[in-house]
């Protein structure tokens, strides 16, 4: 039965619907490739599938509109696909759990991928319907776009022709975006040595924090659960003597990490749990107001030999966690309140043999993006570890002269009353890729309002996406 078959517009929340139906969290693209596939067969569109799943559809003007400009509609297919810990969902084979309540949609104990599936499901309507006014559309779906804009990097536009770009991946509403920053993936690796040592297991878990896209919400300050496990380790290693055996935190780059949790070997639970339950309060005063529900648990979980993390490489790991930067680095000096630099450690794991840390680097200024990352290299080597970078995207830059842009400030403050805002943002777009391949090409990006994207908390405005839909419309028949 459809969750979402009330809610209007109807074919915009039927598309989201069957695209939630279908598991595509990033690298798991091809099922939801191949829909978008069929799709155009069964509609008699042009399209075209490339080997790493990105999907271009063309529909061509609608009578009146031939003699138009061509618009591209962009949009990513792949979502962050986040649980709950204690959900039995496997996204990577089942679709999401939706639930509608009053103005929102989210997706029950997950992330909903609001970002970017609603890009897709307002192109798949306007590809479906025959009775709308628009010029030839060309609607691009990328893949794996929050794990490094892979799709956008490598796409082949030469079968496009459209000089304009209207980007569907943005989440406030009444904000027009026209620049964004670049960024780069970095994972960090240290080596380790392992010794069997007697004593009790525990489990030291922080968690209960917020989290939040590591782009659009870094600049609030919110704790990053995998920095503060580094501090721990080192603030209670001076009372307690801890062998590390297993640590995991975060699930994607680009999502500030909610919980991190870490099994010791120790010799005295007591101290320990004076320790973290210290530790636990600093935390509370610290983040009163930025991450209110923070703890810092302690378990035992059972007493005897294991092969444990040794004492020297322990002490390490903590160290070098705890001395990576991270969170805003840099304000940016031309446009108030935007973050020019910043990165996110949003994945720790540890094998047998090391422990491998996840960054996000994002600037405005690619000089001051590569300084970071060279910091990161330097620090980490500097431990006896190595480090790996990847995804590399370039920034958008702002376009003084953007045709598009004031058709559609005059186009949207005719249809609500008031101006949009026009903004820069600290996350990455795809538009970078797009202007590198197409210099000419004139980009805004726009989308309805959701919240907490990226977590478990994700929703989306039910009456946003209707007004964003009506806008697209507009636009369409007037820029």
């Known amino acids: 039965m459809s969750i979402l078959g009330h809610l209007e517009p109807t074919n915009v929340f ?41 999907v271009i559809i063309i529909k061509e003007a609608t009578v009146g509109y031939e003699h138009k400009e061509p618009i591209m509609l962009q949009g990513h297919m792949d979502m962050v696909a986040v649980k709950k810990p204690e959900s039995n969902i496997d996204m990577t084979t089942e679709g999401l759990r939706l639930k509608v309540d009053g103005d929102i949609i989210y997706a029950e104990d997950t992330s909903l991928g609001g970002d970017d599936g609603i890009a897709v499901a307002y192109e798949l309507a306007l590809l479906d319907a025959d009775n709308l006014s628009h010029p030839r559309i060309e609607c691009i779906f990328t893949v794996d776009e929050e794990v490094g804009l892979n799709g956008a990097a490598a796409i082949d536009l030469s079968v496009c022709k459209a000089k304009r770009m209207l980007n569907l991946d943005s989440e406030e509403e009444g904000i027009f975006l026209t620049g964004c920053a670049g960024g780069m993936r970095v994972d960090c690796a240290l080596p380790l040595k ?109 007493v005897g030999s294991f092969e444990a993390v040794t004492k020297e490489d322990s002490e390490k790991t903590g160290k070098l966690i705890f001395l990576l930067p991270g969170g805003v680095q840099a304000m940016s000096g031309d446009v108030e309140g935007l973050v020019e630099t910043s990165l996110n450690m949003g994945q720790l794991s540890m094998k047998k043999e090391q422990i491998n840390l996840g960054f996000s680097v994002r600037s405005s200024i690619e000089s001051a993006k590569y300084m970071l990352v060279e910091k990161l290299y330097a620090l980490t080597e500097s431990f006896g570890g190595s480090c790996k970078s990847a995804g590399d995207y370039p920034g958008w830059a702002y376009r003084v002269d953007s045709p598009l842009r004031d058709s559609m400030v005059k186009i949207y403050t005719e249809m609500f009353g008031k101006a949009p805002k026009i903004e820069a943002i600290h996350a990455g777009l795809e538009c970078g890729f797009f202007l590198g391949k197409i210099p000419e090409l004139d980009c805004v990006s726009i989308g309805p309002e959701m919240k907490d994207i990226h977590t478990t908390e994700e929703t989306m405005s039910i009456s946003s996406v209707k007004r964003t839909w009506e806008f697209i419309l507009k636009v369409l028949e007037e820029a």
């Open 194 to 302: 392992r010794e069997m040592i007697d004593g009790a297991l525990c489990e030291v878990h922080i968690g209960g924090l917020a989290g939040g896209h590591s782009g659009a919400e870094i600049h609030k300050g919110r704790a990053n659960s995998n920095t503060l496990m580094g501090r721990f380790l080192v603030h209670a290693g001076k009372k307690v003597d801890m062998n590390i055996v297993t640590m995991e935190g975060g699930l994607a780059d680009n999502a500030i990490p909610r919980e991190t949790k870490m099994e010791v070997v120790v010799s005295d639970v007591e101290a320990l749990t004076a320790q973290a339950d210290a530790f636990d309060k600093i935390l509370k005063t610290e983040y009163a107001t930025k991450d209110s529900d923070i703890f810092v648990k302690i378990k035992v979980k059972e």
């Open 14 to 54: 039927r598309f989201f619907e069957e695209i939630c139906s279908i598991p595509h969290g990033s690298r798991n693209m091809e099922k939801i490739s191949n829909y978008l596939v069929n799709f155009a067969k069964e509609r008699n569109l042009e399209y075209y599938q490339d080997e790493i799943k990105n």
